[in-house]
């Protein structure tokens, strides 16, 4: 069973930076693609960005697009969110979550394995 534990949440003000990680529990980890997603009070989780096995494949939701980098260290079993010139409107819990296949890097129905998540505030 893959567990996932994020850390490095917190709050920050606005334009401000937080980098998070994501800690696997298996020495499997770097056969899974990864993915963070988010969720905000009253709002459905999101799409934030997602990498694949290898590196090779990196896609990022249009809110984060230059602003978050995912990247991952297969070594460690883990895999990082660094989150710059933050916004109140990132605020949310973020979650991270491995790949099991079914289609999409994007569809949150094809991710099997979640972390507990980790709440990131953004203050203006």
């Known amino acids: 069973q893959l567990q996932l534990v994020e850390s490095g949440g917190g709050l920050v003000q606005a334009g401000g930076s937080l980098r998070l990680s994501c800690a696997a529990s298996?020495?499997?980890?770097?056969?899974?693609?990864m993915g963070w997603f988010r969720q905000a009070t009253g709002k459905e989780r999101e799409f934030v960005a997602c990498?694949?096995?290898?590196?090779?494949?990196?896609y990022y939701g249009d809110s984060v697009k230059g602003r978050f980098t995912i990247s991952r260290d297969n070594v460690n079993n883990t895999v990082y969110l660094q989150m710059n010139s933050l916004k109140p409107e990132d605020t949310a819990v973020y979650s991270c979550?491995?790949?099991?296949?079914?289609?999409?890097?994007?569809?949150?129905?094809?991710?099997?394995?979640w972390g507990q998540g980790t709440q990131v505030t953004v203050s203006s």
């Open positions: 990498m694949s096995s290898g590196s090779t494949i990196v």
């Open positions: 298996t020495r499997t980890f770097s056969r899974y693609a």
């Open positions: 979550a491995a790949y099991t296949g079914g289609g999409s890097l994007y569809a949150i129905r094809n991710y099997d394995y």
